[in-house]
Nanobody, 123 residues
Framework: VQLQASGGGLAHLGSSLTLSCEAF????????MGWFRQTPGKEREFVAG????????VYADSVSGRFYIYRDNAKNTIYLQMNSLKAEDTAVYYC?????????????????WGQGTQVTVSS
């Protein structure tokens, strides 16, 4: 299984940026897919998930209402549309697959990780 993330870069405060992650070697339609992020000295944290059970989506409180996760099963790709970006959104973002989240609680960690993509938000 390989997850290839792209779309990171430099963004201005309040602007938007969209990340994408294409999956290879995975039964994409049946997989829980999502995004995590990490800043230096901190643990990797869950950001958003697109669950295979009926299209349920889950968001961390810090991004709810600003970020939008969606998937294209025909392209084996998930996207993270990030709006109203804040300085605290600056992080390395990782695509992940195979985790379980219930009511924002991670009950199982990811089976697979993509390479990180840096997002830097500045004024």
């Amino acid at each position: 299984v390989q997850l290839q993330a792209s779309g990171g870069g430099l963004a201005h405060l309040g602007s938007s940026l969209t990340l994408s992650c294409e999956a290879f070697g995975l039964t994409f339609g049946g997989a829980n897919m999502g995004w995590f992020r990490q800043t230096p000295g901190k643990e990797r944290e869950f950001v958003a998930g697109s669950m295979s059970d009926g299209g349920r989506t889950v968001y961390a409180d810090s991004v709810s209402g600003r970020f939008y996760i969606y998937r294209d099963n025909a392209k084996n790709t998930i996207y993270l549309q990030m709006n109203s970006l804040k300085a605290e959104d600056t992080a390395v973002y990782y695509c992940a697959a195979g985790f379980l989240v219930t009511s924002q609680t991670m009950t199982k960690g990811p089976d697979y990780w993509g390479q990180g993509t840096q997002v830097t938000v500045s004024s």
